[in-house]
Structures are given as C-alpha cells and as structure tokens.
C-alpha cells in the first residue's frame, strides 16, 4: 500500500458532503442553507453556532440540538474550514462558501 501525505484520507470519498446535504435537507424539512461558526453571540467563549434559513432566507426555528447536530456534522465534513468565521452550507449543491456576515461582537 502506497503511504498517502498527512491529512489526506486514505480512501477519499467525493459523495461525502452530497450525502451530507441530502441527510440534512431529510433532516430539517424545508431547510435551503446552513450557516455555521464557533462564535455563538450568546456566549463569551468559542461555541457553535447554527442558524437555518429557508428558499426565502428567513430564518427557520430548529431545535437548539438540531441545529447544533447539523453545525457538528458540518464541521466534521470540512475540517479545514476554519469555522472562526461565519460559512454557509448550500444543501441544493453540497457547497460551503465563507459568510459574508460577521459575528457578533461578544461582550461582558
């Protein structure tokens, strides 16, 4: 077996984030985009932070352990995304783009 350079996955697998995509979209009816950070605005120190939006881009009302699940499973699906900054996870495309929205400015 040929050794692969560190960080790339033994087998890699294309699908990975398409599955992803189609899991969530089961997952969350209605459910167009996934916007993800480790800069929750309610807490003063890292912590994910999902927010859903629909087709019209209105915010949907998840449950916070939904929302933290999908935050998790895309995090996982990207790990070198440096999650610090906002990014949105297209389900139509399996896509995740850099946010143009910044976070929240925490204060005490």
Do not use: Y
């Amino acid at each position: 077996m040929l050794a692969m350079p560190i960080g790339t996955p033994a087998c890699p697998d294309a699908g990975r984030q398409r599955r992803l995509a189609a899991q969530l979209a089961d997952m969350i009816a209605g459910a167009a985009t996934i916007r993800v950070s480790l800069n929750d605005p309610k807490q003063t120190w890292p912590h994910l932070h999902a927010v859903v939006d629909d087709e019209a881009g209105k915010t949907m009302d998840v449950g916070r352990i939904t929302a933290r699940g999908a935050g998790r499973w895309i995090l996982r699906a990207w790990p070198e995304a440096g999650l610090t900054r906002p990014h949105t996870f297209h389900l139509a495309d399996a896509t995740l783009t850099r946010s143009g929205l910044t976070a929240a400015v925490r204060g005490r």
